[in-house]
Structure formats: structure tokens, C-alpha cells
């Protein structure tokens, strides 16, 4: 189907509606956690080839023609923390003063400028007579690194979650902002 803009899209619909991070088809109007519609990959597909519209670009040129099915299936990755689960209900009973995992990679995006920012999560805390698995704690950056996102809440996100299963917790995060190195600020 050739379009050139999105209101030559208004009466198409596919059934390529999808849950972040489910891998199942659906349609459907769910919510999220945040009660707003679950992403639609068919309407992601349709915004970016508006958007290269809007650019000036002609979405049906060689190196762009996949360009939004392309967008749409890597939203669907980065974005994926919005369901996922850190799964912290699992833990080995173990004594120990403190633990520290350091260097947890990260990959997310600037919600201000929806541009990546990246870096190293370091996550400390007193257990509580049980111990998380290391896997556990990079599932629990994962889970708020993959969504529109800030630094300073991610972190917060990151130690609140843990806050109420240990004695005590250190969360700091170092990231490199595109937002703020593209821009030359």
C-alpha cells in the first residue's frame, strides 16, 4: 500500500498489535502500568513513515522502505521494560554484611528528546538474611532502563524496588546522554 501522509492511514488497522516484550500478537486496547494503551507496532510503523514524510525524505525509496517495520520491531525491544519483572521474589538464603554489583550495563532513552543515554548501574545493599542473584539485580535495570526514561529516576526506581527486601541500599548510576553530546552542550 502506497501512502504519502497519515491520514491515508486513518482507516487501515492490523492486527500486528503486540504487548511490549510478549512476542504474542494481539489486538487489543490493554493498558500498561501507567494506564495508556500498549503499543501498537502497526501504528508505530505508520507515525515513522509520517515522520520521514514530515522530513522530507521519501519512505518508499531502497533504504527506507523497511525503515519503519525496522523502528517498530526495535521499539519493541528498547521499550520492553515496561512489562517486564525483575523477579526479587527469588533469593538464597545467605549471611552477608553488605553486597555490591558493580558495572551493570544500561541502555535507554532520554524521554525528553527520546534520544539514548547509557552507562553503568552500581547497586549496593545490606541483605536482610537473603541474598538476590546477580542475574536478578541486571533484570531489575533492565526493567527500568528499557522505557522513556531519566537518569535521576531511574535510580530512585531502581532503589525503591529494593528498599523494602534489604536493610539498606546504594543505587548510582554514571550514563552518557545523547541528548547532550549530539547537541555539542
Excluded at 510503523?45 to 522502505?65: A, K, V
Excluded at 519503519?68 to 526479587?88: H, Q, T
Excluded at 551493570?104 to 553503568?120: A, D, R, V
Aim: aromatic share 8%; glycine share 6%.
Amino acid at each position: 500500500m502506497k501512502v504519502n501522509s497519515i491520514d491515508d492511514y486513518n482507516n487501515y488497522e492490523s492486527k500486528d498489535d503486540i504487548k511490549y516484550n510478549s512476542g504474542k500478537s494481539e489486538n487489543n486496547n490493554k493498558s500498561n502500568e501507567h494506564g495508556i494503551k500498549r503499543m501498537s507496532k502497526a501504528r508505530i510503523r505508520r507515525l515513522i513513515r509520517q515522520l520521514l514524510i514530515e522530513l522530507g525524505e521519501n519512505p518508499d525509496r531502497e533504504g527506507l522502505r523497511e525503515t519503519p517495520d525496522r523502528v517498530a520491531d526495535m521499539y519493541a525491544e528498547i521499550f520492553s521494560g515496561y512489562s517486564l519483572d525483575s523477579e526479587l521474589d527469588v533469593t538464597f538464603n545467605e549471611e552477608s554484611d553488605m553486597i555490591i554489583v558493580r558495572e551493570i550495563q544500561f541502555y535507554s532513552m532520554c524521554e525528553h528528546h527520546i534520544l539514548p543515554f547509557f552507562g553503568k548501574a552500581h547497586i549496593a545493599y545490606i541483605p536482610d538474611g537473603k541474598v538476590f542473584g546477580i542475574s536478578k539485580l541486571v533484570r531489575l535495570v533492565e526493567k527500568y532502563a528499557k522505557r522513556l526514561q531519566i537518569q535521576e529516576r531511574m535510580t530512585k526506581q531502581i532503589a525503591d524496588e529494593l528498599a523494602d527486601k534489604v536493610k539498606g541500599v546504594l543505587v548510582v548510576i554514571e550514563g552518557d546522554h545523547m541528548c547532550m553530546c549530539m547537541r555539542g552542550c
